[in-house]
Antibody, heavy 125, light 107 residues
Framework: QVHLVQSGAEVKKPGASVKVSCKTSGYTFTTYYMHWVRQAPGQGLEWMGI????????SYAQKFQGRVTMTRDTSTSTVYMELSSLRSEDTAVYYC??????????????????WGQGTMVTVSS | DIQMTQSPSTLSTSVGDRVTITCRAS??????LAWYQQKPGKAPKLLIY???SLESGVPSRFSGSGSGTEFTLTISSLQPDDFATYYC?????????FGPGTKVDIK
């Protein structure tokens, strides 16, 4: 059974950084892309970026360029999302979500079929 | 960037009703469209991918249609468990934009 288990809630001060983890199980970690999506309180879903766990390549939404870093640890099948220079508007639930896959050099994007439980990040002075 | 819109933003309806939600893309996205259901405090759940393919385990009362720039999600007979917010999403290349959501609530 495929599972994505995220780290716990965080409270940070403005200007700080936060690093959220997403531990995967039940599938071949390096085969599937992983995305990060956030949702501010009472708002919609916002795509932040994607990482290819096989070789660590990333692509970020323009809004987050320069502030977000996505990494992975293949030894623990875990992906990470770090957001820096936090401001109050970054208060949100952050989700990891599996979407797309690569077979050999053939890669395909796909809908997000498995999601983590979400991590609440609160930015407050 | 491709923009996604949804209508209506809120739908007040009753159990047993047929529900239709529309999603429009700012330019053609072929059939690269997904629909998700989200309940309060929970992660989104994939319902439909590639515009009309039903995700495994999703009840057959859910269906999707459309291509190009206009898409619909239909719930043939609304059940109590279906009161939730529904999002469409374009996915392809490195564009994964969500629509603003449609809240389906009780009339």
């Amino acid at each position: 059974q495929v599972h994505l288990v995220q780290s716990g809630a965080e409270v940070k001060k403005p200007g700080a950084s936060v690093k959220v983890s997403c531990k995967t199980s039940g599938y071949t970690f390096t085969t599937y892309y992983m995305h990060w999506v956030r949702q501010a309180p009472g708002q919609g879903l916002e795509w932040m970026g994607i990482i290819n766990p096989s070789h660590g390549s990333t692509s970020y939404a323009q809004k987050f360029q320069g502030r977000v870093t996505m990494t992975r640890d293949t030894s623990t099948s875990t992906v990470y999302m770090e957001l820096s220079s936090l401001r109050s508007e970054d208060t949100a639930v952050y989700y990891c979500a599996r979407g797309g896959y690569c077979i050999s050099t053939n890669c395909h994007h796909a809908a997000f079929d498995v999601w983590g439980q979400g991590t609440m990040v609160t930015v407050s002075s | 960037d491709i923009q996604m819109t949804q209508s209506p933003s809120t739908l007040s309806t009753s159990v047993g009703d047929r529900v239709t939600i529309t999603c429009r893309a700012s330019q053609s996205i072929s059939s690269w469209l997904a629909w998700y259901q989200q309940k309060p405090g929970k992660a989104p759940k994939l319902l439909i991918y590639k515009a009309s393919s039903l995700e495994s385990g999703v009840p057959s009362r859910f269906s999707g249609s459309g291509s190009g720039t206009e898409f619909t999600l239909t719930i043939s007979s609304l059940q109590p468990d279906d009161f939730a917010t529904y999002y469409c999403q374009h996915y392809n290349s490195y564009s994964f934009t969500f629509g603003p959501g449609t809240k389906v609530d009780i009339k």
